[in-house]
Structures are given as C-alpha cells and as structure tokens.
C-alpha cells in the first residue's frame, strides 16, 4: 500500500527557511518521479516542484524559483523540500505524490498528472 507522509511545517517569519520532509512507502522510490504541490485557502493547488526518479531533472513554479529546492534519498524513502526566503504568499498546506507522467521537451523537464496526494503538512509565514 502506497503511502505519503509530509512533515516539517511550521510558523516562520518572512525571510526565514523551512525543510519539508516527504516519508513514502509502499513502493520503490527510485522508479517514480515526485512532486510537491500547495494549496491556499480558497485557491487552487499549485505544483511547486518535481524531482525525477534519476534525481538528475527537476521542475520549479516560477513563484518558487531560486528559493525553493527538492532532493531525495532513496535508500532513506525520503524527498525533501528545501524552502527559502520564504513570503507570506507561501502560506498554504504543501503536499507530496508519486508523479505519474513526466516530460522532457526541447531540454525543459516537467511532470503533469499525480497519484494521491498525501495528507499535507501546513506552512504559516507571517511576522
């Protein structure tokens, strides 16, 4: 049985830094890509980064770029995101899933559909 478990949320201030943990089980990491995605209240989820199952691609929102990183350890079933800088739009629930279908065009990588997604993990960022 496939499972996701995120952690590392938390209150921070604007500037500070955040390391979300993203625990699997149930499969074999190393075959699957995997993503991160967020929702704010009352907007919709929004993909912030994928990580290739090779961890040689990954894939960054614009809203995130430069700040945010995503790794993995295979032999650990761990995926982490790295958040830096972090800004009060950052606020929202961040969630982690196995991608389904990942692309790579004229050099860019990118992921498109996502098995379930985990239960979350809240970010607050806020003076």
């Known amino acids: 049985q496939v499972q996701l478990v995120e952690s590392g949320g938390g209150l921070v201030q604007p500037g500070g830094s955040l390391r979300l943990s993203c625990a699997l089980s149930g499969f074999t990491l190393g075959n699957y890509a995997i993503g991160w995605s967020r929702q704010a209240p009352g907007r919709e989820r929004e ?3 994928c990580i290739s199952s090779s961890e040689r691609s990954t894939y960054y929102a614009d809203s995130v770029k430069g700040r945010f990183t995503t790794s993995r350890d295979n032999a ?3 995926v982490y995101l790295q958040m830096n800088n972090l800004k009060p739009e950052d606020t929202a629930v961040y969630y ?3 991608v389904l279908r990942d692309t790579y065009y004229d050099g860019t990588y990118s992921c498109r559909d996502f098995g379930s997604w985990g239960q979350g993990t809240q970010v607050t960022v806020s003076s």
């Open 47 to 49: 993909v912030v980064s």
């Open 76 to 78: 650990k079933m761990l």
């Open 96 to 98: 982690c899933a196995i």
